[in-house]
Each structure stands twice: as structure tokens, then as C-alpha cells.
């Protein structure tokens, strides 16, 4: 089992930047792919980005794309979700997320086998 906490959400102004953090732990080396998904209030959850293992493929949602930046360290077993020009519509509660495999466009919830319990992202306009 792999245990993902996530951490950095808060409360910020439209136009500010804020950056998630995501910690892996149990077999954490089991883990190739890692990623962020979000989920505002009745919506479904929606892909964010996504990194592979050596953090050379990225993928982002085109409505992130340029303002948010994925980075990965593994030797810290930690994923970091670098959010800039926030805007109201980016409040959401935000998902990490991880999976042992990788392949192309991996941007369905059931490509990933496991979740963080997410944190509150709040952007006031």
C-alpha cells in the first residue's frame, strides 16, 4: 500500500500562487506515475496534471495549462503542484493521486491506484 498526504491549501486571492505538496510513504518506490486531480463543490473530479517517474512526461488540463507546473522529487517521495494566476474557478478541493504503471493521457480517476484525503484550495475574486 502506498499512503499519499497532501498539504499547502488555503485561502488566497485571484491572482496569487499557492503550492501543493504531496507526501508518499509505505512502498512508496512501487510508484511510477503521480498526479493532481481536483473536485469543486457538485462537480466531478477532474484532471489536473500528471508526472512519470523520471519527471520527464507531464500532462496538464488545458484549463492549468501555463499557469500550473507539476515537479516530482523522489528522493523525498514527494510530488509538488506549483499553482500561479489563480483564479476563482480553480477552487476546489485538490487530489493526489499515484499509480505503479504509466501510459499515455492518464487522465481518468481509475488510472490511478491511490489517493491523498485532498485539500482545500479557496480563490477569492
Known amino acids: 500500500q502506498v499512503q499519499l498526504v497532501e498539504s499547502g491549501g488555503g485561502l488566497v486571492q485571484a491572482g496569487d500562487s499557492l503550492r501543493l505538496s504531496c507526501a508518499a510513504s509505505?512502498?512508496?518506490?512501487?510508484?511510477?506515475?503521480m498526479g493532481w486531480f481536483r473536485q469543486a463543490p457538485g462537480k466531478e473530479r477532474e484532471f489536473v496534471g500528471t508526472?512519470?517517474?523520471?519527471?520527464?512526461?507531464?500532462q496538464y488540463a488545458d484549463s492549468v495549462k501555463g499557469r500550473f507546473t507539476i515537479a516530482r522529487d523522489n528522493a523525498k517521495n514527494t510530488v509538488y503542484l506549483q499553482m500561479n494566476s489563480l483564479k476563482s474557478e480553480d477552487t476546489a478541493v485538490y487530489y493526489c493521486?499515484?499509480?505503479?504503471?504509466?501510459?499515455?493521457?492518464?487522465?481518468?480517476?481509475?488510472?490511478?491506484?491511490?489517493w491523498g484525503q485532498g485539500t482545500q484550495v479557496t480563490v477569492s475574486s
Open positions: 493521486t499515484a499509480s505503479s504503471t504509466y501510459s499515455m493521457a492518464m487522465t481518468k480517476t481509475w488510472d490511478y491506484d491511490y
Open positions: 508526472i512519470n517517474w523520471n519527471s520527464r512526461i507531464t
Open positions: 509505505g512502498r512508496s518506490f512501487s510508484v511510477n506515475t
